[in-house]
């Protein structure tokens, strides 16, 4: 029955093979019986923003590119494969590579912090087939996760006006590991810190926190359990006002004399509480004991508080921030743009009705005007050449090894403050922002209705696009 | 700079003490300090349903136990504490007290599977105030994910009358880590299985999977895909016919005389489609060739597909059910309700504005008709008796050792199934569902009163609602 618990002693599995959609080892296995161990690029990419973001702000890729330096099947897990149902017909020779393999690609991709928009590559890998296709799905979701907390995290702090927002939303997220990246990714988008202690520690995020209601439940009084906490954290005791009666506790600090760091409010109408709050306080001499803001708060929360004059010093955002919750899923893809065979290189593109993806290896090149801000971006073919224009993808990962080590996390932090400072105002706007231009270079266009003829025409056993 | 990417090689995380809130372990620090080591009883619930949501299925109980059973701090973890500025005036003693920390309590719970609705515990726990403390985050990301996930899988299932659901949502989960607990609380609300691999490996449930546009794209024409991926999984073909176009796909299929256990369709107007492709599969004599449908699939979606009379046999549903996307949050919350001290226990309850929280250790009796169908739930003093109704809370861990292995994944399926099946129709209802009837016993809303009544007058320094 031990395994029906997830294996306990088994903690290898951060760097499984195994993380990843069925489908992917079965063509995996197909790629390999039938000798396919062409060269494929696949591009991961956002067809279009989530309602009301006018930006994305990319994260993850650490992660990312962690998970391909160290991915591989230990014994067991290949042998679990090899009894799975549809591997049957498989032969041994596949279980072998899986015990050895590795991700030996090439990784293109743009910084973490980088603003990103609809249909730009944030990776793009170029790999054996195989391996290309394991990864698609922890790539996929590593992703598109921390950049869609990165993003929301940038708009809760924008409506912030620059007071602190502090990552608050461990224990809504989607599990305890998931409570870590999202810590990670807020900090990215400009949140001051995170209550998240093991975030703190493996991202070197600084750490904060306040009090529950059940600390100050805990004591008979009210007031004993404000006056306990102020001696122990003179300089970090922020009091938690809301258990009982808020204004009855603001009194009772203020008749203690107290002095704490900061009072919190948690529930109530916080623009009257806030008021009455920093009223008292001051009133009281308490004129640097700030004013902290938490309870189910998002950015139209906190901008309609600061726009109705709340003295709101500091902010704690949970659910919003670490779900994304208006939009808690970005709906990112991973399609395959080229594959090379018999030492040529064939385009590829999908177009299904509503769906399509343009061919080729890809570049973004963002133009700046003389400040320095952004002008619009076009993505264009790898190979293209756009003096005025930045390129944004940039080549991460050389034979499955990393070509540099990680940034700080701090510097990432600055970077992304800088890019979306560059950004239009009207882009950055919380509802109804307006559409960043991005559009596609004329000879990706070109490629794509090229591309599409050939297929059009499969009757015909046209080799599609294909190039010398 | 290897810190900032995340410790490679440190696994341990999955049980550190620091998967927390920062406040946790201050509030620990200070209950260490003032030496109160008294027990301590928090519950944790979901206080109101999400919007749409009839019930909610109980699940993730298995990841908390685990966690609290192996729950630590090693040496690494607590340096790192006492490095952080909040803990400078804290002694050496708690910091050693971190170093052996276990979780020694009890834990009553619902069983996963169990339908719960708002106000109701789904777990219990008496502990050392530090010890429930600490695990609190824990144990809301864990139990409310899951929780949440299993819910909305009940939801998808019902809409798919008797059709397989596949859980198909690694790639838009949050993080790679959830999609694996994604898949096993989809599966306990009633999905036949998940694309995930590892979350069969780790939990024995069965895998599935299809093909990608990437594997048709792979090959210069797509006949050949097909053909290939048919002779190598001929029990497992679900060959994918969006890539280019649906209809000729589906003819190439059957011109080139292939007989796949399924196609999948992935885009498009679902319900004209999969009308076509059986009226051409049928006539080409692939009667049990079956349709799987992707692509966006919710509960809404699937009602509306069936309804419309599409002949689907089966749905692979991603983002919807491992992101819950309607509802991608629950709110549980973990409040005190008791504390023992001085030989006495004492009640607690909070009352700020909106957030009423009844005092004392609950039990909840659910009651059922001749037919054992569900009329109705009372919450209740634990200690209360009601002969005719059945205690769904039971103790699952004494002394912080579980008292039963966990029960198979399966049974737990058949469980919830069951459940569900004796729910009144108008509960199950996908939209404007009927509130199922949960009441407070008499006794407790008394005690409510009480407790309120000695904390309303604080200044007389009432002990509140304490008893011998």
């Given at each position: 029955m031990a395994g029906l618990s997830g294996d306990k002693v088994d903690e290898r599995s951060r760097y499984s093979g195994l993380l990843t959609d069925l489908y992917e080892l079965t063509m995996a296995a197909a790629y390999f019986e039938l000798n396919l161990t062409a060269n494929a690029t696949f591009e991961l990419f956002v067809r279009s923003l989530p309602p009301e973001r006018g930006f994305l702000v990319a994260a993850g890729l650490e992660q990312a590119l962690d998970y391909l330096e160290h991915v591989h099947f230990d014994e067991a897990e290949v042998e679990y494969l090899r009894r799975?149902?549809?591997?049957?017909?498989?032969?041994?020779g596949f279980f072998e590579y899986l015990k050895r393999f590795r991700f030996t690609g090439e990784v293109w991709a743009v910084a973490e912090g980088t603003l990103i928009f609809g249909e730009e590559p944030l990776l793009r890998i170029t790999a054996p087939i195989i391996e290309a296709q394991i990864v698609e799905t922890f790539l996929l979701s590593t992703l598109s996760f921390e950049t869609m907390v990165a993003s929301k995290a940038a708009r809760v702090v924008s409506a912030a006006r620059g007071r602190s927002v502090v990552e608050f939303g461990s224990r809504r997220a989607h599990g305890p590991e998931a409570g870590v990246l999202a810590a990670r990714a807020a900090y990215i988008g400009g949140a001051t810190g995170t209550s998240n202690a093991e975030a703190g520690r493996r991202f070197h995020i600084p750490i904060l926190g306040t009090q529950a209601h059940s600390f100050v439940m805990a004591y008979p009084d009210e007031e004993d359990a404000f006056r306990k906490f102020q001696e122990l954290f003179p300089e970090h005791s922020v009091l938690l006002?809301?258990?009982?009666?808020t204004l009855a506790a603001i009194d009772k600090i203020i008749d203690s004399r107290l002095h704490p760091v900061a009072i919190r409010l948690d529930s109530g109408d916080l623009v009257a509480l806030s008021l009455e709050a920093r009223r008292r306080l001051n009133r009281a001499g308490l004129k640097d004991t700030e004013i902290f803001a938490s309870g189910d708060l998002d950015e139209y929360v906190i901008a309609d508080l600061l726009a109705r004059g709340a003295p709101i010093d500091a902010f704690g955002v949970g659910t919003a921030l670490a779900t994304s919750k208006d939009a808690p899923a970005l709906g990112a893809v991973y399609k395959l743009v080229e594959i090379e065979a018999h030492g040529a290189s064939a385009y590829r593109a999908k177009f299904s009705d509503e769906k399509i993806t343009h061919p080729g290896r890809k570049q973004v090149y963002r133009f700046h005007d003389e400040n320095g801000n952004f002008r619009g971006d076009i993505i264009a073919c790898a190979e293209e050449q756009f003096p005025d224009g930045e390129p944004i993808l940039r080549c991460v990962m050389r034979e499955g090894k990393r070509r540099e080590a990680a940034p700080d996390l701090g510097m990432i932090q600055r970077h992304a403050h800088e890019q979306i400072e560059r950004l239009g105002k009207g882009c950055r706007r919380l509802t109804k922002p307006d559409a960043y231009r991005v559009t596609f270079s004329e000879r990706l266009e070109a490629l794509l209705r090229l591309v599409r003829q050939t297929v059009r025409a499969p009757r015909e056993k046209a080799k599609p696009g294909q190039v010398a």
């Open positions: 799975q149902a549809p591997f049957q017909q498989i032969e041994g006002v809301d258990t009982y009666n």
